[in-house]
């Protein structure tokens, strides 16, 4: 093999790891990609962040329904769920829910909650200005507590769009929070 | 004149039981049409592909097999030379495209058909766990887990395919289905009502289902269809469907049933039980909750499922045992038994492990002592 | 130069030599595909019928996911590969692989890999039990410890893969004996080269998912956990990114495999080479967007459903021409019917009938019917028996003249194709029915009502299985007594190989390259 040939293979080769490089972080930047996408479209569901609640327009004429769903994952003993099952609002209202949860086992647990809205889109215009999800919680053995969340609807929601569902999933992430504080100490 | 009309009614009848039989095979060959208009949409599109594809294969093969016929060596010696031609290249590839506009048309208007739940006349919400499924009528005060029912052989119709509480719901009525999971990924189907969605933990995911009326009184069966563990074969989805006014009675029934329940075990706590009553109650719910994973000798599946026998849970403090049977344990394959059972069964199971297989500790656990850890903490 | 080359186990070990190292490759993959045959006789041996009679459910998952995975990766992937090292540099004129020491890293990464995935199955806890797309959380959170073991064993895999794939781009970019231009490159050649680049694309997002899992199982992240803020099904878009383009990996050296096959033995010029190589192109970048039809059940919006659904139809178009353009060749030439025209025809045939199911799937409304089925298991072991397979096989009797320099005994090849085409049939055929019946994909026991599917399935894979057997004794027999092979073994063959070679090939070949006119 030459010496030009051989110039020639290393040029290619690098280009190509370039390639196989770009592809192995794609993969990860996939994930932030599909957050943003998921943002904007509301493909999965998730709500956004912390929303504020400043001169909304309140839309008397609408009625949209919204309903609480509660479901607690395998592992998490406590109890959970909303005082109503669901409510009639008016978009751009602000509204609060109560939910509670109990921890009845005998020792501290840290729970997570998930929220999650079906139809998806409609995720895009429901806006939380308080939620216990944006936070964990810890319940001493036996704690009982009561955490509001207060929501608007955006007057966007489109028009088909008449009845909503907010569930949260709460998980148990004890040891996950431990095993983090674990690593860092 | 009579013979032949009599072999004429014969040759009439022969037909009609040959062609009888030649639709009963296909149709057992075939995907069922279902009872839903979305499901008899579903299996309309489904055989047009199919009639589609026959066609195409048709022309394709039998061009085909025309020149394996006629132009093998021995009878076209010298083969001829084109080796392209834009012209038939363009059509071969124009016609396809027309032939799958021809069949996304329809796919497109049943799949927005399909995906479009809103007013419903009533919610359920589907929960999946390892390896069951949980009902909760979203507008009434009814929930229940729903077991395979593992009393059945092989022998039996409804092998692995039936279940000890079925869903219920009425005929005529829009039911909006929010399906979620509670551990790994399951998915819900139910192949009469063209129904599937994939149950996965942290969300929700919505789908739905009208029954015409005339189908009241039916059950349509079927399967989780998502790998989601050891027992995803025997977690079936069962459908009941009863008339609006039979649905009435029945959510009736099940809140007498509840405020019955409430009551019986408001009674069994109150009782002493002793040891043999546990034991036997103990096994009977061992063997339907914890026997698939902690298997019915107690020796488990290690590592993920632990042995009960000699473990230091059953042979240990009694109120540890407790707490993880009520609470379950995080990150593992144990579920909280608290809300599922009665504080009875939940005493009777706890003495049953810590007496069975040699265990013998000599505990009696009491439905007392199960209210007392609950109200406890 | 002679044939001087170390004998015994170093000549193996330290050879640089692309035959050497595709004939390794090759009896590798034959191996790894007898292991994950043994695995599919137990899944069919307990599909016999229902009940529980061999194996309880969490090895019956084991299998599974172990079948997939050694399929996959250890038998239809590296098989490929050893074509490709056998033919590439004999095709366009080269001397070697443009890489030959890495060929041989490449290779000899692939026993490590499969022997750290084999071992799980005798850990504690048992191998990979979450099928072989292993979706998060039944991978992550729930998979068992030697979950750990198959993520090094697929990063191994993959850099094999993707050193391989340098490979054949550099050889095809840099080592063409002078006058062979990229559009007279046998389709061979073009198919694999297109193949390369998919898999430099896609092999390094699956190395990412499994890194992902790991730091996930180990590390405190969640990218797949819900309760960390991440998402189970981004696991699904990111394994099927991957997935999708790996099913045309799979494939498209089978093409081009038949691409050659079918004119020989037509005794006629390739029909539409060039529309040949743009629709290989065309189906390998459609690839890319199509990945989420394997998922229409996750909830996605209607949009997203839509997109997919179209995407992947229109596969269906070069995917036609292909098909097409192979009836054309035959049309009109002089047919003959060799044991590799056989397996070529049965090829285009029967993975018509596996793109046919494609299409079905491919529609949304229906694929709820059809998703997770026995429908889905029939589709890709259409797809993927008698097409990569098929396309294996073919090739192994075509150029075993060649590389061996001995002539197969045709009946005995015969034997072989009817067998399989009459078992492959027997075996996958009844899949569809129990599928649209409504039998879940991936259960270990099921209702009396597809008994009889089942049990025909399970006796067209018992032959099935035998028959590849009865292969491994034709191959055997004709290495050490097939009569000599002529320079050209095939009256309609073409192709530097056959008009510039002799039979078996030597050691060194085109160390001064060929002219090509």
């Not at chain 2, 296909?26 to 589609?52: I, K, Q, Y």
């Not at chain 2, 005060?141 to 029912?149: E, G, I, M, P, T």
Request: net charge negative; glycine share 8%; with cysteine.
């Amino acid at each position: 093999m030459n010496e030009q040939m051989q110039q020639q293979n290393k040029k290619l080769i690098l280009r190509l790891m370039a390639i196989i490089g770009g592809m192995f972080l794609f993969a990860f930047a996939l994930i932030p990609l599909y957050n943003v996408f998921c943002d904007i479209t509301g493909i999965n569901g998730k709500t956004r962040g912390q929303a504020l609640y400043q001169n909304v327009e309140i839309d008397k004429k609408r009625v949209v329904t919204i309903e609480f769903l509660t479901n607690i994952n395998r592992g998490m003993p406590w109890a959970f769920g909303s005082k109503v099952k669901s409510m009639e609002v008016h978009p751009g209202e602000l509204n609060e829910v109560i939910f509670y949860a109990k921890n009845p086992s005998k020792s501290e647990i840290i729970g997570q909650s998930v929220p999650s809205v079906s139809p998806g889109e409609a995720a895009l215009y429901l806006n939380k200005t308080e939620c216990f999800c944006f936070d964990q919680q810890k319940l001493m053995a036996g704690e009982e507590v009561e955490m509001p969340m207060k929501f608007y609807i955006d007057a966007d929601l489109p028009e088909d769009i008449t009845r909503l569902t907010l569930s949260y999933q709460l998980f148990n992430v004890t040891d996950a929070v431990n095993a983090a504080k674990g690593a860092t100490k | 004149m009579a013979i032949r009309r009599k072999l004429i009614a014969g040759i009439a009848s022969l037909l009609t039981f040959v062609f009888n039989g030649v639709v009963q095979a296909a149709s057992d060959l075939n995907m069922r049409p279902g009872v839903t208009e979305t499901s008899n949409e579903a299996f309309n599109l489904h055989m047009m592909v199919v009639w589609v594809m026959v066609a195409i294969s048709v022309v394709v093969f039998g061009a085909m097999i025309y020149s394996f016929i006629f132009h093998r060596k021995s009878k076209h010696p010298t083969p001829a030379k084109f080796s392209h031609s834009t012209l038939v290249e363009m059509i071969w590839t124009i016609i396809p495209i027309l032939i799958l506009i021809y069949l996304t048309i329809p796919a497109v208007k049943l799949l927005i058909k399909m995906e479009d739940a809103s007013n419903p006349e009533m919610s359920i919400q589907v929960t999946g766990s390892q390896w069951k499924w949980h009902y909760k009528y979203l507008e009434h005060d009814v929930d229940f887990f729903s077991n395979l029912d593992r009393s059945l052989t092989e022998k039996d119709e409804n092998y692995l395919l039936e279940v000890d509480n079925a869903l219920i719901i009425p005929a005529d009525t829009k039911v909006r289905f929010l399906v979620t999971a509670s551990d790994v990924i399951h998915s819900w189907w139910v192949p009469d009502l063209a129904v599937k969605k994939d149950a996965i933990p942290g969300f929700i995911n919505e789908t739905w289902t009208s029954i015409p009326a005339e189908h009241a009184g039916k059950t349509f069966r079927g399967q989780c269809t998502e790998l989601c563990g050891k027992d995803h074969g025997f977690m079936p989805v069962v459908v009941k469907v009863l008339s609006k006014a039979d649905f009435k009675a029945w959510l009736a029934q099940k809140d007498e049933e509840r405020i019955a329940a409430e009551k019986a075990a408001a009674e069994a706590a109150a009782q002493s039980w002793d040891m043999e009553k546990l034991m036997t109650l103990g096994k009977e719910v061992y063997d339907a909750k914890c026997g698939m994973c902690h298997q019915a000798n107690g020796l488990g599946l290690p590592p993920a499922f632990p042995a009960l026998k000699d473990s230091p849970i059953a042979l240990g403090p009694v109120e540890a045992h407790i707490d993880i049977v009520v609470n379950g344990k995080s990150g593992t394959g144990m579920a909280a038994y608290g809300p599922q059972l009665t504080d009875a069964e939940l005493a009777a199971v706890i003495t049953y492990e810590r007496n069975a297989w040699e265990n013998n500790t000599g505990d009696k656990v009491q439905p007392a002592d199960i209210q007392a850890f609950k109200a406890g903490n | 130069m002679g044939d001087h080359h170390p004998t015994g186990f170093t000549r193996w070990l330290y050879t640089t030599n692309h035959k050497d190292i595709g004939s390794m490759y090759l009896w590798f993959s034959f191996v790894m595909f007898l292991i994950g045959g043994a695995m599919a006789m137990v899944i069919r041996a307990e599909l016999y019928q229902p009940g529980l009679q061999f194996v309880e459910p969490n090895f019956f998952n084991q299998m599974t996911t172990m079948h997939g995975l050694i399929m996959v990766f250890g038998a239809v992937m590296p098989s490929m590969v050893g074509l490709a090292n056998w033919l590439i540099p004999m095709m366009i004129g080269a001397p070697d692989m443009a890489l030959p020491r890495m060929n041989n890293w490449s290779f000899w990464i692939l026993p490590f890999a499969f022997f750290l995935l084999l071992s799980s199955l005798f850990m504690e806890g048992g191998a990979p039990n979450f099928g072989w797309t292993f979706y998060a959380p039944l991978s992550t959170t729930f998979g068992p410890p030697s979950t750990d073991f198959f993520i090094l064993g697929v990063h191994m895999m993959g850099i094999s893969s993707i050193m391989g794939a340098i490979n054949v781009i550099v050889t095809v970019f840099n080592m063409r004996a002078p006058g062979m231009t990229l559009m007279k490159m046998p389709l061979f050649v073009w198919t694999w080269l297109i193949t390369a680049f998919l898999l430099i694309m896609v092999m390094p997002v699956l190395a990412g998912t499994v890194t992902m899992m790991l730091t996930d199982r180990h590390f405190g992240t969640a990218f797949f956990d819900a309760a960390g803020g991440g998402d189970p099904v981004m696991f699904q878009h990111i394994f099927w990114f991957f997935g999708h383009p790996e099913v045309y990996i799979m494939i498209l050296p089978a093409f081009g495999v038949v691409s050659e096959i079918i004119p020989t033995f037509s005794r006629k010029k390739l029909f539409g080479y060039s529309s040949m190589v743009y629709a290989t192109a065309s189906i390998a970048l459609l690839s890319f967007i199509v990945w989420a039809h394997h998922m229409f059940a996750v909830g996605m919006p209607v949009a997203g459903e839509l997109f997919f659904m179209i995407a992947t139809m229109l596969i269906a178009v070069p995917t036609g021409v292909k098909v097409f353009n192979w009836v054309a060749t035959m049309w009109q030439g002089s047919l003959t019917f060799e044991t590799p025209m056989l397996f070529s025809i049965a090829f285009v045939i029967l993975f018509t009938i596996g793109g046919f199911s494609g299409v079905m799937l491919a529609m949304a409304p229906v694929d709820f019917q059809y998703h997770d089925t026995y429908f889905v298991v029939a589709h890709f072991h259409y797809v993927l028996f008698p097409g990569a397979i098929f396309g294996t096989t073919a090739a192994v009797y075509y150029w075993l003249p060649k590389w061996a320099g001995k002539m197969y005994n045709e009946t005995a090849g015969k034997i072989h194709f009817w067998l399989s085409m009459i078992f492959v049939n027997l075996t996958f055929f009844p899949m569809h029915f129990s599928g649209l019946a409504g039998m879940p994909r991936r259960i270990p026991d099921y209702n009396m009502m597809f008994a009889d599917f089942n049990m025909w399935a399970s006796i067209g894979a018992f032959g099935l299985g035998l028959t590849q057997i009865y292969f491994l004794v034709i191959v055997l027999l004709t290495l050490k007594n097939g009569k000599k092979a002529e320079d050209k073994q095939w009256e309609g063959a073409s192709g530097l190989e056959w008009d510039a070679l002799p039979s078996p090939a030597p050691y060194h070949t085109f160390s001064t390259p060929p002219k090509v006119d």
